[in-house]
């Protein structure tokens, strides 16, 4: 059995790390060891995020259905995903995906959409994609994250720059650029996100591209 030892360095910031490797590579009693490890070394009472992760980690492995019911509602509502939406939006992910498996497709839609929007916010790619591939086998129409990829590091600060409400003038004062070189920017930025004026920049970096559709998943 797995524990935390006494006195002995440990990592329990890689807690949900260490748990969704496991799960993600079919080792699921492993997975489950150190989730249990954590809630008896009272983890949870360490830090709010540990008290997140942890919940997490009970949640995502337990087999009871109920108890993953009720864990997974706990770790959700816990107040400390406000300061650690990265690990909240995992937790969204894996609750939605538990959902899924449970032919609770309508229920897995709202969930796994709110770790999609944040992975997105966060610039967390690879994890944005994961979670719209589960939208996508929930029967929610998907559209690609391509416009916002689309555009070059530079085009990117420009455009939260200009999203932020700064002139051109502005802008270029604080990337040392010339307004012509920002407005030039702006030009090809406006059609790569599929808007056409400045004030739907913010709402064009802001959200992930899911659009409702037909529910295929025979669930819910």
């Given at each position: 059995?797995?524990?935390?030892?006494?006195?002995?360095?440990?990592?329990?910031?890689?807690?949900?790390?260490?748990?969704?490797?496991?799960?993600?590579?079919?080792?699921?009693?492993?997975?489950?060891?150190?989730?249990?490890?954590?809630?008896?070394?009272?983890?949870?009472?360490?830090?709010?995020?540990?008290?997140?992760?942890?919940?997490?980690?009970?949640?995502?492995?337990?087999?009871?259905?109920?108890?993953?019911?009720?864990?997974?509602?706990?770790?959700?509502?816990?107040?400390?995903?406000?300061?650690?939406?990265?690990?909240?939006?995992?937790?969204?992910?894996?609750?939605?995906?538990?959902?899924?498996?449970?032919?609770?497709?309508?229920?897995?839609?709202?969930?796994?959409?709110?770790?999609?929007?944040?992975?997105?916010?966060?610039?967390a790619r690879t994890w944005a994609e994961r979670a719209r591939r589960e939208l996508r086998a929930t029967g929610v129409r998907v559209r690609p994250a391509a416009p916002l990829a689309a555009l070059t590091p530079q085009e990117r600060q420009i455009a939260e720059l200009a999203a932020s409400g700064l002139s051109n003038k502005e802008i270029a004062k604080q990337l040392f650029l010339s307004q012509r070189t920002v407005g030039s920017h702006l030009y090809h930025i406006f059609p790569k996100l599929g808007i056409n004026s400045r004030a739907a920049l913010r709402d064009a970096l802001n959200r992930t591209e899911i659009a409702p559709g037909t529910d295929h998943s025979g669930g819910g």
């Open positions: 059995m797995f524990t935390f030892e006494p006195f002995v360095c440990q990592a329990p910031r890689t807690l949900l790390d260490l748990v969704q490797a496991a799960l993600f590579t079919g080792r699921w009693e492993q997975a489950r060891r150190h989730a249990l490890a954590a809630r008896d070394a009272h983890t949870a009472e360490v830090s709010p995020r540990l008290a997140l992760v942890t919940l997490g980690s009970l949640a995502m492995t337990t087999k009871d259905m109920d108890e993953a019911r009720i864990l997974f509602a706990q770790a959700l509502a816990h107040p400390a995903g406000r300061d650690f939406p990265f690990e909240h939006a995992r937790i969204h992910l894996a609750n939605g995906m538990w959902l899924r498996r449970k032919r609770d497709a309508k229920e897995a839609r709202g969930t796994l959409t709110c770790a999609a929007e944040t992975f997105q916010r966060l610039g």
